[in-house]
């Protein structure tokens, strides 16, 4: 449990440092770090995509699930769009113009509208996690 609480406000604190004006290079780096977060918190919550073929779905589960697709689908547009136009860290792989960057830049913000959505979803499971902790 401590693991997964961690894993989840690393990955917070690294998201809101993202929107904050830094330098490029740590923009990259913790970009990269939050890549990693992301992969650790997916393997740490593996028994929701075990159990999403099971059972019965009701609304507030089929909103959950829609949340937590179009969160998956704006991250993965906003690390691959990010992995394109890094411009210190991984020039090398750099393929993108400013139209790549400008998807990057949206979808970020879409996924923060979902990040937030799915946070109020699952916001009691934090608590009670956090609660653990003391």
């Known amino acids: 449990m401590k693991k997964r609480i961690s894993v989840d406000v690393l990955m917070i604190v690294t998201i809101i440092l993202e929107f904050v004006s830094l330098p490029i290079l740590i923009h990259e780096v913790l970009g990269i770090g939050l890549i990693f977060l992301i992969l650790a918190h997916l393997k740490l919550n593996e028994k929701y995509f075990k159990a999403i073929t099971k059972g019965k779905y009701t609304i507030k589960r089929t909103i959950n699930l829609i949340i937590n697709i179009g969160l998956l689908i704006s991250l993965l547009i906003t690390i691959i769009t990010g992995i394109f136009t890094s411009q210190k860290s991984l020039k090398s792989i750099k393929i993108g113009n400013s139209k790549m960057s400008d998807i990057h ?3 970020s913000i879409i996924s923060l509208i979902f990040l937030v959505l799915h946070l109020f979803t699952t916001h009691k499971k934090l608590i009670r996690g ?3 902790l003391n």
């Open 105 to 107: 830049k949206s979808s």
């Open 130 to 132: 956090l609660k653990k």
